[in-house]
Every structure is written in C-alpha cells, then in structure tokens.
C-alpha cells in the first residue's frame, strides 16, 4: 500500500509539472518583458523597433511595434523626398558658388595682365642729390651707363631721362615706358 501511494504521488507530481510546462502562458506581458530585458531596443519617431541584443540571433522581435498605417508611410516618403530635394538644391548652390569663385579668378588674373599691357619698365622718379642722380625704373635704381633692357642711360635731367637704343637717343618721361608702344602690340606679355 505504501508503494501505491508514492507512485500515486510521483504520478500527480509529473502530471502538474506537465501541465505548467505544456501550457501557453496568460499573462503574455511579463513574459514580453522579461525577453525585451534580452533585447536592444530603440525607438525612432514614436515607432519601437527591437533588435535583437546578440548577432545572428533571428525569430520573433519582442516588445510591441507600432504598425504604420497608409498615411504614415505616404507622410515618410514625402519627407524622405522633401530632404533629397533640400540636400540636391545645396549641391547645385555649392557648385554655382564654386564656378563662380573660378570664374572669378579666371577674369582677375586677365585683368592683371591686361591692366600690366605696355606698363613694363616705366620711369618711376628721378632723384637728384647735389651733383649725383639716379632713376627709379620699376622700383630698379638705375645710373647713367647703365643698361636697362638692351637700351643704355644716357642722360638723367630733373623729370626726364634719355636713353640710347640701337643708335637712336629718346626721352622717357616719368610715368612712361622706356620701351616703345610698339614692343607692346602684337606680342602677348607673360607674368
């Protein structure tokens, strides 16, 4: 009788173990719970996305996600397609801002050598100390005797100079070119 009665025991005891391990849990609350501890979520416009805490880990995603409706999602791609249109708008704007700087630099260095056209080797000043007198040609002092481009110093007198060029002697005013305006047209000038 005694064995009876510990069989009968041992039988209820498998039986109610069976009965909490094959049954579906009610309270499917405490269990999402505990397995969004197990998860890494994160939420993203009021929507939760869960993602599970350890890589290759697939199946069920836990915790609750939203559900977009229609609206929703015709309101993200509208939004989606609203920032693509700012972002391009700001790569054009970039791109007209940087043709223009070029552009830019391209018409000041023209300008530079147009402006500079028959400006070289001009008679700056002339300086007379007492007996002594020198010229200034491009921020070069120059003597008489001295050689400027082929072309010798002759003669320095108080605002002008004379200078000697393949046997024939000319006068440089200041603010002129010792070289003639004929040096200058049809030959382009280099920096």
Do not use: C, H, W
């Not at 939203?66 to 704007?93: D, G, N, Q, S, W």
């Amino acid at each position: 009788m005694r064995r009876v009665g510990i069989l009968i025991l041992v039988a209820v005891v498998v039986v109610v173990a069976a009965v909490f391990l094959l049954r579906k849990p009610k309270n499917t609350r405490s269990r999402a719970k505990s397995k969004s501890s197990q998860t890494d979520s994160t939420v993203s416009d009021g929507n939760r996305v869960a993602r599970p805490a350890t890589k290759g880990r697939t199946g069920k995603t836990a915790g609750r996600i939203k559900a977009k409706t229609k609206e929703e999602r015709l309101a993200e791609k509208k939004r989606l397609r609203e920032e693509e249109r700012k972002r391009r708008k700001e790569l054009k704007r970039r791109e007209r801002e940087r043709r223009r700087m070029l552009k830019y630099a391209r018409s000041k260095r023209t300008r530079k050598s147009k402006s500079r056209k028959g400006t070289y080797y001009v008679l700056k000043a002339v300086v007379s100390l007492g007996d002594e007198s020198y010229a200034l040609i491009d921020n070069r002092r120059v003597r008489v005797g001295d050689m400027v481009m082929g072309r010798r110093i002759v003669d320095i007198k108080p605002d002008r100079i004379e200078i000697e060029a393949f046997g024939r002697i000319t006068t440089v005013r200041v603010g002129e070119s010792i070289l003639p305006m004929s040096y200058f047209t049809g030959r382009k000038t280099r920096l």
